[in-house]
């Protein structure tokens, strides 16, 4: 199936927040999709959907260093190589990236150099909730066990819903 992929379109979603949080999606003709975000700014949205997208539309999505060149290159009067039209074309690069995957079936982070470390060790940032009300981070298996954990939900100041507990990685 990789080779026959082929990017069909690029749509950028605005998700209102703190600041606007732009979220790209890259299609392609086998139905797959990689998601990417880029990073708050004026003209983003525009840049990503007027430029960006006639440069990616009809290529090959594992292309990506390719892609990515050719959106910083053919964008410079856009802009030249920083400012929204960098974070613009890194957008895309990380919806391409996450879109790599599944083409080639297999966990992203294996193209990126595999994962550094075997295991993730986390800590609970955020406390209250229901299990207890102490913020205390819960195993599965009970006191000093490693592997599965329960997020407690959490009101968080400011938001109508309670949220799950973060995680931090160590």
């Known amino acids: 199936m990789a080779n026959k992929v082929k990017i069909t379109d690029v749509k950028c979603m605005i998700v209102r927040g703190t600041w606007d949080w732009n979220l790209i999606k890259v299609e392609t003709d086998s139905g797959l999709y990689g998601i990417g975000e880029v990073y708050w700014g004026w003209g983003a949205k525009d840049l990503v959907v007027n430029k960006m997208k006639p440069i990616v539309v009809g290529e090959d999505p594992l292309k990506v260093d390719k892609l990515y060149t050719k959106m910083l290159m053919e964008s410079a009067g856009a802009g030249a190589i920083g400012?929204?039209?960098?974070?613009?074309?890194?957008?895309?690069?990380?919806?391409?990236?996450?879109?790599?995957?599944?083409?080639?079936?297999?966990?992203?982070?294996?193209?990126?150099?595999?994962?550094?470390?075997?295991?993730?060790?986390?800590?609970?940032?955020?406390?209250?909730?229901?299990?207890?009300?102490?913020?205390?981070?819960e195993t599965a298996g009970g006191r000093g066990a490693r592997g599965a954990v329960r997020l407690d939900r959490v009101q968080v100041p400011g938001r109508r819903r309670a949220t799950t507990g973060l995680l931090a990685l160590h």
Not at 85 to 111: F, H, K
């Open 83 to 137: 400012g929204v039209t960098l974070t613009a074309a890194s957008g895309v690069e990380i919806a391409l990236w996450d879109l790599c995957g599944p083409i080639l079936q297999t966990p992203v982070c294996n193209l990126l150099g595999g994962l550094p470390r075997p295991h993730l060790f986390v800590s609970h940032l955020a406390g209250g909730g229901s299990g207890g009300g102490d913020g205390r981070l």
